[in-house]
């Protein structure tokens, strides 16, 4: 399949590649590892006149620390970077271990942190070649007005695929996005809208620059379960994140708190609402930590987007998250 005819900007400060795309707005898309755009491009789901590389930005790149202890990451950062940061390990480790799952290490030396996060969405039906897709009636995701996954519905449910976007929920992380309007920093949980379309909060002259991990969630110990098909290479079908901090900093203490965080299940990224509530100042047991699990379940809601069933991805949930509290709270 070949790639839709295109001019690359390739602008050198965040200056130069926010001022093309004020200039550009609606006929360009950045382009940082493009290990999605690209593919993507190829299936021509998108065809924009400009690509914006802004892969030669040397500020976007790096893993910092600020002096009040948090972290900020910029969104050129390549994943292998991140998989294989100590400060990280350390103080963050559900990244860590979020960022070693995505695709493969190829992929993962060219995919980036800020793509991640705002990855498209994606569907069986719409990650696809022009032919194929007008051989089944386009949707409405894209050119069509159908859902073939909810027939008679007028929403789409593309599922949001990223693996880091869960872990980075779990530690409250806040993005920052430039545009020739100045600055504005939301937390990440805020940036998607939950719809499988127009899933992200990003208007089309803002770049996505940083990411800042806040110091009161460094320390928590953490985990990332995924459900994919090939081991080695695929997105997630089912993605669970959870972090997790008990009292005297030890497995024989208290839950103090944890968060849940699912991926690929839902349009969004999403944390799962009640989980401190519910096992906050408790022991963990068998019992506890399956009563997670039922939890998570309810929050994930998967349909027919992909090639296993709604039923299994959402029972992996359940099963993924009461291993990943057990295996937490329980083991040094
Ligand atoms: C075979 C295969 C397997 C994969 N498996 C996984 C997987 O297991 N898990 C997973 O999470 N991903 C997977 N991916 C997708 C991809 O490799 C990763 O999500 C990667 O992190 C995307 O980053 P990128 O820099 O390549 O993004 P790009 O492809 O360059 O961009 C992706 C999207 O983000 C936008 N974008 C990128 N950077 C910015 C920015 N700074 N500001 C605003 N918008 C921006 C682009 O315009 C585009 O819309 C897979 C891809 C392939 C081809
Ligand atoms: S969920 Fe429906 S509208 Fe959305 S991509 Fe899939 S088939 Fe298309």
């Known amino acids: 399949m070949s ?9 050198r400060t965040t200056a130069e590649a926010i001022a093309l795309l004020a200039q550009h707005a609606g ?16 299936q021509k789901l998108f065809a924009p006149q400009y690509l914006l590389d802004i892969r030669r930005i040397a500020g976007l790149k790096g893993i910092r620390q ?21 400060l990280l390990r350390q103080h963050f480790p559900v ?4 960022a070693k799952t995505v695709a493969s290490p190829v992929l993962r030396n060219m995919g980036t942190i800020g793509g991640n996060i705002c990855l498209d969405t994606r569907c069986l039906w719409y990650n696809q070649s022009l032919q194929w897709r007008k051989s089944c009636a386009f949707c409405i995701k894209k050119d069509g007005d159908l859902c073939h996954v909810a027939p008679g519905g007028t929403k789409c449910w593309a599922v949001f695929s990223g693996d880091t976007p869960a872990a980075l929920l779990c530690l409250d992380a806040e993005i920052e996005i430039a545009s020739a309007a100045g600055i504005r920093r939301v937390k990440l949980a805020e940036f998607y809208t939950g719809l499988g379309d127009n899933y992200r909060k990003l208007a089309a002259n803002e770049l996505l620059t940083r990411l800042f991990l806040p110091p009161s969630s460094a320390g928590y110990r953490g985990v990332y379960r995924k459900l994919r098909i090939r081991g080695s290479i695929d997105y997630p079908l089912a ?8 009292s005297n900093g030890h497995i024989s203490g208290h839950i ?3 968060r849940v965080g699912l991926t690929a299940v839902n349009p969004a990224p999403v944390l799962v609402k009640g989980a401190t509530e519910l096992l906050a100042g408790r022991r963990m047991t068998e019992e506890w930590a399956e009563a997670a699990g039922v939890l998570a379940a309810q929050t994930a809601k998967p349909l027919t987007t992909s090639a296993l ?5 959402r029972e992996m949930i359940r099963v993924f ?12």
Do not use: C, H, W
Not at 27 to 37: C, E, S
Not at 309 to 313: F, I, L, M, Q, S
């Open 3 to 11: 790639l839709p005819e295109f001019k690359l900007l390739r602008p």
């Open 321 to 332: 998250t009461k291993r990943a509290v057990l295996s937490l709270a329980t083991e040094t």
């Open 239 to 246: 993605g669970v994140a959870v972090v997790l901090k008990q």
């Open 66 to 86: 600020q002096p009040n202890g948090a972290v900020e990451i910029g969104a050129l950062t390549a994943l292998t970077a991140i998989e294989y940061s100590d």
């Open 27 to 42: 006929n360009i898309r950045i382009l940082a590892g493009g290990t999605d755009l690209l593919p993507s491009m190829q």
């Open 95 to 98: 990244l860590t271990e979020a």
């Open 256 to 258: 103090e708190d944890i």
């Open 309 to 313: 069933t709604p039923e299994y991805r």
